[in-house]
């Protein structure tokens, strides 16, 4: 066998392990979780995983499991994409979701209690 199709096959094995090792580092950072129609959406949280930890030991945030439990239990549907962002001190958790009628909205949630602070359509 060449020497060429030998290092460009140690090439390739050496991308796939670096791709792999991304993806598992990069698991806290993305995470994934199945919606009501076994279709994946998105979580993107701007902090890092220590300090989301650390917010939730504190009771400064509500799990996010407990989050998407109450927000399916009042605004049913599909959700798009859910974004940790801390303004002020305040961490709120935004939702985009598709309701039932194909309308596309975003939340507002307060993330230490779950209230609702803000419901527009998405525009």
């Known amino acids: 066998m060449p020497a060429t199709t030998i290092h460009f096959r140690v090439f390739l094995l050496t991308v796939v392990i670096l791709l792999l090792g991304m993806r598992a ?14 279709d994946q959406h998105l979580l993107l949280v701007d902090a890092d995983i220590d300090e989301i930890r650390r917010l939730k030991e504190a009771g400064s945030i509500m799990p996010l499991e407990d989050i998407i439990v109450k ?16 303004d002020d001190g305040l961490y709120v958790y935004e939702i985009e979701y598709v309701d039932d009628d194909g309308m596309v909205w975003d939340l507002e949630l307060d993330a230490r209690n779950g209230e609702l602070l803000k419901r527009e359509i998405d525009d």
């Open 25 to 38: 580092a990069t698991a806290d950072w993305i995470n994934t979780q199945p919606d009501q129609s076994s």
């Open 71 to 86: 927000m399916r239990r009042d605004y049913p549907g599909r959700i798009i994409e859910i974004e940790l962002d801390e």
